[in-house]
């Protein structure tokens, strides 16, 4: 019987070794990739919400007039309902760029813990200009005060920079001491969730009920077009109901993302624990729940 030579029983148990190096560092930060996976969907299932509260400001004003006004004029409608909406639009440019900081720190995690050399075309050189001229919704005070932006700033330059060194470990233990800088932007994007989103809707809901009013009124003089504008405001007001669901689906995703950091943080020399295993699994629910309830994003066409 021939047995191989030396030399290929060498390379043999080299090929063998390095495969079991790989795939024992592949699993051990299996627990980072769902992290950075499930943090992927919460950024990008908040994006939806920046487009549907202009649109909705614009739909609002658009319907108020339609049913309201005594001489209808679509073109000028839509003109005023821009002017109307201008300020929530600007905003939402600026909210925008903080859930980039979010999206990209997943991306960054993501990449490391698949070890490869994360790649980025955009720049965030205006990224404490944009926030720091955005006030929280409702009031006069900026989202973010000068701590709280610098930390921002920061995570966002260190995130360039970790994406040229390719040194694994130590730059995920980098990420996870960004604990309080992430917990500051996921929470000035909760509270736009709340307390710009979600008022958005509660303002709609409102003015529903001064609607009915108005075509109960007319409808004496239309009775069809009332039935008819009738159901389009029920309709409405469900799908309003439905929206705002979405916030709370967002804010228990934000909470386990936060919680989530906090477990990786705690546990990354021992990433197969049960209490890490256990908050990642509850973090992967509450995004599933909000990615099923996001569904419900867009108003009801009239």
Not at 220 to 237: D, K, V
Not at 271 to 289: C, M
Request: hydrophobic share 45%; glycine share 4%.
């Amino acid at each position: 019987m021939q047995h191989p030579p030396n030399s290929s029983v060498s390379t043999l148990l080299l090929y063998a070794t390095a495969s079991l190096l790989l795939g024992g560092c592949a699993s051990n930060l299996a627990p980072v990739r769902t992290f950075a996976e499930q943090t992927q969907k919460m950024s990008v299932h908040f994006e939806p919400m920046l487009a549907s509260g202009v649109h909705s400001c614009m739909d609002k004003a658009m319907r108020k007039r339609l049913i309201l006004a005594e001489r209808f004029d679509a073109q000028a409608s839509e003109q005023a309902a821009r002017a109307d909406c201008a300020a929530i639009a600007q905003a939402s440019m600026s909210v925008a760029s903080l859930n980039a900081v979010l999206l990209r720190y997943a991306h960054t995690m993501a990449a490391l813990a698949d070890d490869k050399l994360p790649l980025y075309q955009e720049e965030f050189g205006g990224l404490g200009d944009a926030l720091g001229g955005l006030a929280q919704p409702g009031a006069g005070a900026p989202l973010l005060d000068a701590n709280k932006l610098s930390k921002v700033v920061k995570l966002s330059e260190h995130l360039s920079r970790l994406a040229t060194q390719r040194r694994q470990q130590s730059a995920l233990r980098e990420l996870l001491d960004e604990q309080k800088a992430v917990d500051i932007v996921s929470n000035a994007l909760k509270e736009y969730a709340q307390r710009s989103y979600r008022a958005g809707l509660q303002d709609e809901l409102r003015d529903l009920d001064l609607l009915r009013g108005a075509v109960d009124k007319a409808a004496p003089r239309e009775p069809l077009a009332a039935n008819y504008i009738r159901t389009r405001l029920h309709l409405e007001g469900r799908q309003l109901q439905e929206r705002e669901k979405i916030v709370a689906a967002y804010v228990a995703a934000v909470d386990a993302l936060q919680a989530s950091v906090a477990a990786l943080r705690a546990n990354f020399d021992r990433l197969q624990a049960t209490e890490l295993e256990r908050q990642l699994a509850q973090f992967s629910r509450d995004v599933a729940t909000l990615q099923k309830q996001a569904v419900f994003y867009g108003p009801a066409r009239w």
